[in-house]
């Protein structure tokens, strides 16, 4: 309760899903409508306009507590989610997970802003409506239909050390005929960072020689019936080739393309997908001509419906979706002890939404995955948010969640020649959460959201590719991740102005709970390595008519290294400063952006141990027409 | 008790020992805080390039973990594959994860303060290194971006300029060095083709004709009376460094799967420790480790001298303590533990992730 009074007197915060009163079917692809108790950040979409030429994670460090362990500019980057490790977060494009079935996560370096048009953080555990891998988080990337008859951009950003990103994009929508609307989407994206710094060392620590390129195109097609049917086809072609000190013989590649396709159908309350994705991940080191080269595919297809039910006549009704997923992967690798292996996934659920009254909504969700010999646990959950206040100009609402979550094994997990072992166990988990969130309409002359929530997260049979054991696969840790979120948002409106301000503070404590021999007793209690205890993020920005200055920083507490947390990287602030204009003449936007990133030069380490850049600078221009 | 009473006269004997050692010293006493003590070459975690070297004085039992970043304020940024100083001059061999990015590190050995380093294309993929007189020998594999371990050379290095003033070829890997009277024995890395020894005159600085050897040589060093060992897989051979023949063959029961290796001399010379160690099906490294003598006729495998496997092992000169390296996994801290020369344990010490060598100053 301190706790809580202090979440308050800091204004802390965040945005919450908007709540629907009425009780209503709810059609489509939108998860998000039975994770009531949980927390979902959306990331406004002009923040995603700014970012348009970098990659998601720069948006989610600048936004969210989620921390980033990262070998060093265009090199891996994974997440640690809520004090979870790269394996607990999913990573949903339209409704699909896409992180690599063979590694079960995704390289945030490899998904750029470019690639999708909405993008929401979900925080926790939502396995019961998500499924695997939704243990610590989850980040929802969709594609939406155009409302704009014709619109076209090309933009390009210059970057400091030789580095530029190109993006255009098409979108249109038309009526076909009396009964159908045709809307989409065609992007396309290339990328070259030569990272070709001035300086090859900053404080005696090398500023390490890489290469990235990354290209990419995303259609989108959807057609609109007004006889409430939907046809939706997606497609994001993404390539991304990195090459470590490309000077050298020595030189290391890792190229990791995916082919994603969607075909979605809806006719009223019944909806149908069906998905095919391939990743690709070449690697070679010294001769680059003849890559290792592992390709996995999955097919994924699902229907759902939606239906109300009525539990009497005083009562209001319950929505429903009930559904079924069915998922092959194929995989060749040449790491396997054999290839092809193939595997396939089921899952049932059942996903409910009451609105009791007009202060308390409640979902409980149950799922049951099936896999190829062997079967996750049954996943329960149960949420609750209810309006304790609810005033014109204020509002409160408290929120919980109790739910079980599981983990599939990656199939290198259980198949990489002599490590993997075939019989892991998928990990469980339980997460419990509690927050409230409270809106004041008229604070300062302008909005102000806060939010406070505080998670318990304990993960049992926690795979780990044992250091101990040559890196054998193993279900060895419990680990237990518990914390607590601020968040706080503001914005301002005037005629010509606008001002807002982002905030969070986040404090994840995750520690390993289970001593497994000797010298595991160094280990029990410690942090978890690159999970750090503290991190914070602010975001401030004032718009004059189409002018808008941001500035942004990020901090992170220290992050050790090692189990016994005898090494550690120390902690670090970057401040970033964004500035955009744009001029309209008839129908035709030029957009100018300049950013100065680590603006006060900050010196830190990657995961490598080698430094991060120091100050630099990006321009951009975006030339856009609109038909409107 | 008897802990305490031990280490009250190991203690002893190291008082002792820096006493004498101090007395010897005609030149002004050097100064640093590293002047006299142990020195653990830690490989850390290969990704994570984050080696360092820990060092202790003799009478104490705890370790500066890093003593590298301590004096210079970086860490060395790779892993450290070895230390070895004369007169007070240091040389450490760094392997980072990436290619291009290893080095030879010059350092004053009492201060640590570093002096200057060579990188890449000099330095690639160092393994060992000898000082003698105003020159150093470094093993490297070279880039070896194959995996093949094929080719290799010795970094000829001149202390006083800091240059590498030649490097002399010397195919599969090369690895282990002994030198001894003009001649510099080389050995290399099982995990390539290597069968000989190589045996470089350090005079004219060019290899002359191998001793062929049943698998990878290893040279462990000469013994009392002036006789090379050098294990080669599951033998250890006994050789006239006059003659180059092979006087004698012990061979070590591997049962087809131990691999033997970290092989040590006791302070007189005339025995020898080594670890034997294997993988269980559960990817956990077992094994023990043995000594015999160098008049042995053949190797006691029945009772091993202590039932532990190690990661490091050295004698050290003056106490004639045997240091162990213990390494829980490359994702933590790692011991030193130090035993009596009959097997008994003294005490252990926490230093860096992964120690792998020792080096006595």
Known sequence: MLWASLAFSIPACAQSDSIALEPVIVRGFVPQRFMSGLKIQPIDSAVLAQARFQNISDVLSAFTPIAFRNYGPGQLSTSSFRGTSANHTAVLWNGLNINAPTLGQTDFSTIPVAGFDQLSVQYGSSASVIGSDAVGGSILLDSRASVQPFHASIGRQQESFKNHQTHADLRYTTSLNSLWSFSGKTAFYDGRMNNNYPKPFRRNYQLLPTETFQKGIVQDLFFQSKKDQEISAHVWLTDNKLILTPDEQGREMTRTTAYRTMLRYRIGTLTSRTAWVRDIIDYAKGDLSRPDHSVTDKFATRIEKDFLINIGSNLNTVSIKTGSEWTHYRSRVPGYDRSPISENRTDVFLLTRWQATSRLITSVNLRQGLVSSFNPPFTPSIGIEFNVVQKEDYKLIAKGSYGRSYRVPTLNERYWKDLGNPDIRPETGWNKEAGLEQTFKSAFGGTLRTSATFYHNRIKEWTYWNPSRNYRVENLQQVLARGLELQMSYQRQTRSWLAGLDAGYALNRSSQEKAYDNYSQDIVGKQLVFVPEHSANANAFIQYKFTRLTGQFQGSGKRYTTFDNSQFLDGYGLVNLLAETSISACKMKLLVQGQIRNVTDKFYLNVRNNAMPGRSYAVSLTFSYDSQ | ?361
């Open chain 2, 1 to 361: 008790m008897k802990m305490k009473k031990q280490l009250a006269s190991s203690l002893a004997v190291a008082f002792s020992a820096v006493l004498v050692w101090s007395c010897n010293q005609s030149d002004p006493d050097p100064k640093g805080d590293y002047v006299s003590g142990v020195f653990v070459s830690n490989e850390g975690n290969f990704s994570q390039n984050n080696g360092s070297v820990s060092f202790f004085p003799r009478e104490r039992n705890t370790a500066d973990a890093d003593i590298f970043a301590a004096a210079n304020g970086t860490a060395l940024q790779g892993g450290v594959q070895d230390f070895v100083a004369a007169d007070g001059k240091g040389i450490l061999l760094v392997d980072n994860s990436v290619a291009g990015q290893d080095k030879v590190v010059f350092v004053d050995s009492y201060t640590f303060k570093s002096e200057a380093s060579i990188g890449a294309p000099d330095i690639e993929n160092p393994r060992e290194a000898v000082i003698t007189g105003s020159k150093a020998y470094v093993s490297c594999w070279g880039t070896n971006a194959d995996l093949k371990y094929t080719t290799g050379y010795i970094a000829v290095i001149d202390l006083a300029t800091k240059k590498v003033t030649k490097k002399i070829n010397v195919a599969d890997g090369p690895e282990n060095l002994v030198y001894s009277n003009g001649k510099l024995f080389v050995g290399s890395t099982p995990w390539g083709a290597g069968n000989k020894l190589t045996i470089i005159n350090t005079t004219t600085e060019e290899a002359g004709s191998p001793i062929a050897t049943q698998g990878a040589a290893n040279p462990v060093g000469l013994d009392a009376n002036g006789k090379l060992w050098v294990n080669a897989n599951d033998k250890v051979l006994r050789i006239n460094t006059e003659t180059n023949a092979t006087e004698t063959t012990l061979a070590i029961a591997t049962e087809g799967f131990k691999s033997p290796g970290n092989f040590t001399f006791s302070t007189d010379l005339r025995s020898i420790f080594f670890v034997l160690s294997w993988f269980d099906s559960n990817g956990r490294e077992l094994g023990a480790t043995y000594k015999f003598g160098i008049g042995d006729a053949q190797i006691a495998m029945t009772t091993p001298l202590i039932p532990r496997v190690f990661t490091g092992l050295a004698v050290d000169p003056t106490q004639g303590l045997l240091y162990a390296g213990v390494t829980p996994s490359y994702a933590q801290a790692g011991y030193a533990i130090r035993y009596r020369t009959d097997g008994s344990v003294v005490d252990s010490i926490k230093v860096g992730v992964a120690p792998t060598g020792f080096f006595f100053q």
